[in-house]
């Protein structure tokens, strides 16, 4: 019996254990803005993964459109696959900020309140 309960107690420290400390990635899930391009994004987990909606103004036939986009937390940065290779999103840490890639290089989004 004895034995028995100092298993239990040892499984569910381990456990416990085991669910504390910083997930890799989850300073990047939450809703984002950028108020002067007109944007949002918004970062949730996905599996092993992250899934990217980027919701921003459809210049073709105006309105706005959203895209979803796959990604992979890997040396603390979430990757994203595109057309002309990777490209890296990256978080602020000091500013609490996203920094996310752009053709002219890259833009800047904050935590939406």
């Not at 028995?4 to 569910?12: H, P, Q, Y």
């Not at 007109?38 to 993964?49: C, F, L, S, Y």
């Not at 990777?86 to 290089?105: I, Q, R, S």
């Amino acid at each position: 019996m004895k034995r028995g309960l100092i298993f239990a107690a040892t499984v569910c420290a381990i456990s416990m254990l085991g669910g504390c400390g910083k997930k890799d990635g989850n300073e990047f899930i939450g809703k984002w803005e950028n108020q002067g391009r007109k944007e949002t994004v918004e970062i949730a987990k996905n599996g092993d993964g992250f899934l990217i909606a980027d919701t921003h103004p459809n210049y073709l036939v105006g309105g706005m459109k959203t895209d979803k986009i796959p990604a992979t937390y890997q040396n603390g940065v979430l990757q994203v696959a595109t057309g002309f290779g990777t490209a890296n999103v990256g978080y602020d840490k000091e500013h609490d900020t996203l920094l996310m890639p752009t053709m002219g290089g890259s833009a800047e989004l904050t935590r939406a309140k």
